[in-house]
């Protein structure tokens, strides 16, 4: 079965940090964009950051230019998002997608054919 799973989520305070990881169980990653995207209580899903398994490219939120950093550890079949100088308006689900691979991803939802189940982060004021 194909599927990711994103752990790593909790509770932090504002001006913290904080990883959270996507692994690929039944597929490998090398060979696919990857985006995380949040959604906030009562907003719509938006993306975070994005990664070219290719050639390494990385898009971003404006919100989190400087602050996250989006990689990958093939070994371990694993993405994660570095989140640092967390503000509470990060709080949200964030949720992993992975797709065919594109020299610039994008936050294009249709884009990505596989989902994980989404972890919370909360960061408080």
């Known amino acids: 079965q194909l599927q990711l799973v994103e752990s790593g989520g909790g509770l932090v305070q504002a001006g913290g940090s904080l990883r959270i990881s996507c692994a690929g169980a039944g597929f490998s990653l090398d060979h696919s964009a990857i985006c995380w995207f949040r959604q906030a209580p009562g907003k719509e899903r938006e993306g975070v950051s994005c990664l070219s398994s290719t050639t390494g490219n990385t898009y971003e939120a404006d919100s989190v230019k400087g602050r996250f950093t989006i990689s990958r550890d093939n070994a371990k079949n694993t993405v994660y998002l570095q989140m640092n100088s967390l503000k509470p308006e990060d709080t949200g689900i964030y949720y992993c997608?992975?797709?065919?691979?594109?020299?610039?991803?994008?936050?294009?939802?249709?884009?990505?054919?596989?989902w994980g189940q989404g972890t919370q982060v909360t960061v408080s004021s």
């Open positions: 997608a992975a797709g065919w691979d594109s020299d610039y991803p994008d936050f294009d939802m249709s884009a990505y054919d596989y």
